[in-house]
C-alpha cells in the first residue's frame, strides 16, 4: 500500500506526540485570523494574538453544538465557521438532526476532505483490512458525511469498495453475497436488520465470505451484549469506530483489547470533562469528550464538546504498541440522554446492554412523563421460533436486575415495530402535564 498509508504517527511516544500537536494547533490558529466564526470568538474571550500565539488550548473557550446551530441560524444556510472563500470549498453534507434541533451544515475543502480521509486509513489499518479485501458499503448515500469519507478513503485506501445505496435489505444480501464482500461497514441496527432477513430467508449469513463488520453511527457498536450478536449472528469480528459530522473521523477500535478505542491523537486533542462544570475529570473516571480536530483548516472545531459520554484515559502504552488516548468502552451514553426514573440514572445503552442479550428481534422504548414523574416501557417481538411471552418475562427480570426498577414489558406480534437502516430511533418521549 501506498503513501496514502502513512501511519508512522501511530507509533510516537508520548512526549513526541503532545509537541506535534502543540505544533500543529500553532499552525491551526495561525490559520484562523481568517476565519469569522473564531475571530469573533477570540476576540469575546479577550484572547489576543500573543495569547493564540502560546498555544495554550485551555485558555480556548469551550464550543458547543447549541453555538454553531445559533451561527448558522443568524448568517444562513453555512454559517461563519469559514476560514477561507467559499469558492475554496467543494463539499457539502449535514449531521442527521436526530438531536431535534435540525441538522448543522458543513463545508469542505479539498485539504480537509483529504485529512479526513488519511483519518480514515487509521480505522482501516487498525481493523485488519487489507488490499485484497472487498469493502461493502451497506447504507443508502445521502448528505451525511461519514458515508461518503468512508467509501472515498476506501478507494484511497487501495481496497475494492461496493457502494450499496438504493437497495432493499433483500437485495443488499445478494449483492453480498454475490460479490464475495469480505468487509462490510454500515449502523449496529443494520448489521442486526441484515442478519436477520437472512434468517428468514434461509442464508446462513455465517458461512459468507464476510469476515468483520466496522459499525459505526450509534452506541451500540459500543455496546457488549450488541457486539456479541453481531459477532455470532455474522459468524465475523464486529469492530467499532467514532466520528461526527462537526470533528469527522475521531478514533479506531484497538487490535489488542476489543472494546478499547483509541483517539487519532495526531490528528486530535481530545480532553474530559466534568458536564456540568467542564473541570477535567481524573484520569479513566467518565466525563463528557472534548475535541479539537488538528487537519480540517477550513471549518474546523476547537474544545467542541461532543455530548458523548466517555472513560478516558490518557496516552500510556497500550498493548497493540501505541500511545494514543483510550476510551475504555467506547462511548458509554450520551450527556442529554440520560432519564431520572424513579430516582434512578437509566441510561439507553444500559437499556440496550440487556435487551440484546436476549432473542429479541427489535424493541421500542416508550418514556412518559406526567407531573414530572418519567416512566418508562418497552416494548418487543422476540426473535422467530421463540416464545415471545417467555422472552419478555425473562427481559422484564434481567431489566429489576440491572436497573433496580421494574420495567414493563409488552410483546407485540412480528413486524410491528419499524426496521432501520440509518440511525435507529427507538426512544419515543411524551411530555405530559
Known sequence: ??????????LLGPEALRALQRERLRVLLAELRTNPFYQARFKAAQLNETALAAAALERLPFLTK????????????????RTYP??????????????????????????????MARSWSHIFHAAGV???????????????????????????YGVLAFPAGGMSTHARLRFLLDNGI?????????ALRM???????????????????????????????????IA???????????????????????????????????????????????????????????????????????????????????????????????LEGGI????????????????????EDTIRRLPVAEYRVDVTTVRAMTEIQIRIEADPGEDGLDVARQLSAALTQTLGLRVPVELLPAGTLPRFEMKANRWQIQRES
Not at 132 to 150: E, I, K, M, Q, Y
Open 1 to 10: 500500500m501506498g503513501p496514502f498509508h502513512d501511519l508512522k504517527n501511530e
Open 332 to 351: 458509554l451514553g450520551r450527556v442529554d440522554d440520560m432519564l431520572v426514573v424513579r430516582g434512578v440514572n437509566v441510561y439507553p445503552t444500559a437499556i
Open 232 to 326: 455470532g449472528a455474522w459468524g465475523a469480528r464486529c469492530v467499532d469506530h467514532y466520528g461526527m459530522t462537526e470533528t469527522g473521523p475521531v478514533s479506531f477500535e484497538c487490535p489488542s483489547v476489543p472494546g478499547r478505542m483509541h483517539i487519532i491523537e495526531s490528528e486530535f486533542i481530545a480532553e474530559c470533562v466534568d458536564p456540568a462544570t467542564g473541570v477535567p475529570v481524573a484520569d479513566g473516571a467518565r466525563g463528557e469528550l472534548v475535541l479539537t480536530n488538528l487537519g480540517r483548516l477550513g471549518s474546523p472545531v476547537l474544545r467542541y464538546r461532543t455530548g458523548d459520554v466517555v472513560a478516558l484515559r490518557a496516552s500510556a502504552p497500550c498493548p497493540c504498541g501505541r500511545s494514543f488516548a483510550a
Open 86 to 115: 467559499l469558492n475554496a470549498y467543494n463539499r457539502f453534507n449535514h449531521s442527521s438532526g436526530t438531536s431535534g434541533a435540525g441538522p448543522l451544515r458543513w463545508l469542505d475543502t479539498p485539504d480537509s476532505w483529504a485529512w
Open 195 to 229: 442478519a436477520q432477513t437472512a434468517h428468514e430467508e434461509g442464508i446462513n449469513i455465517a458461512l459468507s465470505p464476510v469476515r468483520m463488520l466496522i459499525v459505526a453511527g450509534e452506541p451500540g457498536g459500543s455496546v457488549p451484549a450488541t457486539r456479541a450478536r
Open 66 to 81: 447549541t453555538e454553531l446551530q445559533r451561527d448558522q441560524a443568524a448568517v444562513p444556510p453555512f454559517g461563519t465557521n
Open 130 to 156: 487489507r488490499e485484497n479485501d472487498r469493502v461493502c458499503f451497506a447504507f443508502s448515500f445521502g448528505p451525511f458525511l461519514g458515508f461518503w469519507t468512508a467509501y472515498e478513503a476506501a478507494t484511497r
Open 182 to 190: 469480505t468487509v462490510v461497514c454500515c449502523t449496529p441496527t443494520y
